[in-house]
């Protein structure tokens, strides 16, 4: 999902000028209306200006796909968005279109998000990862930035995803589960049948082992009961996932992905996660994907 950025817009500073105008009036409600209206006039701030932990509100919308500026709020208040982080795109010389620019986004925000949130099972139900980047407009202007943003298409969120100060096993354990989880996904091919795509399928296979053999690296280093229990529970997962990536027809592919599939089933790390700490609620994405 995407958002594109443009240049400033003046229609805040219009607001304003109607806004004061009708308090004039005298009337109590209509005042207070006013003082409402001009405090979020007054909050206007550029997409250019976005900044990592800028909680805000869009004027026309999470899914729109232009936006000139928004409403820069406390985290405190009740918002739609935050700013998770950001990056300027580099060593494209032409306007990648907006094909290439969400691609870029799609592939360099999720990492970047979790510098700022680590613990992605934090993220309240219904906010999702956003981003604006350059039109075809702003980039004749030297506009490279990205904006990675979380959000929420329909209501609001109150206080920061910033996650706290986090130990040296809980960092070690979600370093490894988000590239584990991010592997999956980023693989996925298009097709929905093996068949249709053996070799993609295989692809992400072997990408899911590479990162699943990572993860189990970082998991020695953590001596706690719940947390050994998964371990072995997922070199069980990461040998089938290495059959997958080897399978020589489709049959031994889907026995193998079976095994695989499950063995990483977010639902069976939840004790290590309660051992460790953390968020020990799934997320409903995952949770929906695992229950079929």
Do not use: M
């Given at each position: 999902m995407s958002i594109g950025a443009k240049s400033r817009s003046l229609r805040g500073i219009a607001a304003v000028v109607v806004?004061?105008?009708?308090?004039?009036?005298?009337?109590?409600?209509?005042v207070e209306g006013a003082k409402a209206g001009a405090k979020k006039a007054v909050r206007q701030r550029s997409v250019f200006s976005l900044t990592t932990g800028d909680c805000y509100n869009p004027n026309s919308g999470v899914?729109?796909?232009?936006?000139?500026?928004?409403?820069?709020?406390?985290?405190?208040?009740?918002?739609?968005?935050?700013?998770?982080?950001?990056?300027?795109?580099?060593?494209?010389?032409?306007?990648?279109?907006?094909?290439?620019?969400?691609?870029?986004?799609?592939?360099?925000?999720?990492?970047?998000?979790?510098?700022?949130?680590?613990?992605?099972?934090?993220?309240?139900?219904?906010?999702?990862?956003?981003?604006?980047?350059?039109?075809?407009?702003?980039?004749?202007?030297?506009?490279?930035?990205?904006?990675?943003?979380?959000?929420?298409d329909k209501g609001t969120f109150t206080g920061s995803l910033k996650s706290g100060d986090l130990d040296a096993d809980q960092l070690a354990y979600l370093k490894g589960s988000n590239a584990l989880y991010e592997a999956l996904w980023a693989n996925q091919p298009e097709a929905e049948q093996v068949e249709d795509d053996f070799d993609g399928y295989k692809k992400q296979a072997k990408s899911v082992g590479i990162a699943l053999d990572m993860h189990l690296t970082a998991l020695k280093g953590i001596?706690?009961?719940?947390?050994?229990?998964?371990?072995?529970?997922?070199?069980?997962?990461?040998?089938?996932?290495?059959?997958?990536?080897?399978?020589?027809?489709?049959?031994?592919?889907?026995?193998?992905?079976?095994?695989?599939?499950?063995?990483?089933?977010?639902?069976?790390?939840?004790?290590?996660?309660?051992?460790?700490?953390?968020?020990?609620?799934?997320?409903?994405?995952?949770?929906?994907?695992?229950?079929?």
């Open positions: 806004l004061l105008a009708v308090g004039a009036t005298g009337c109590a409600d209509v899914t729109d796909t232009e936006e000139f500026s928004v409403e820069v709020v406390p985290c405190t208040e009740a918002h739609e968005g935050q700013v998770v982080g950001e990056f300027k795109i580099g060593g494209e010389k032409e306007y990648p279109g907006e094909d290439g620019t969400t691609q870029i986004a799609d592939e360099r925000c999720p990492a970047v998000a979790q510098e700022f949130i680590a613990d992605t099972w934090t993220v309240p139900e219904g906010v999702d990862l956003f981003y604006y980047f350059p039109t075809s407009e702003s980039w004749k202007t030297g506009d490279r930035a990205v904006s990675c943003t979380y959000a929420k001596q706690q009961p719940e947390t050994v229990k998964l371990r072995t529970q997922l070199e069980n997962a990461a040998e089938a996932w290495k059959k997958a990536a080897s399978a020589k027809d489709t049959d031994a592919f889907y026995v193998a992905y079976d095994l695989a599939f499950t063995g990483i089933d977010p639902n069976k790390t939840v004790a290590a996660r309660k051992e460790l700490k953390l968020a020990t609620t799934v997320p409903a994405d995952d949770a929906e994907v695992w229950a079929d």
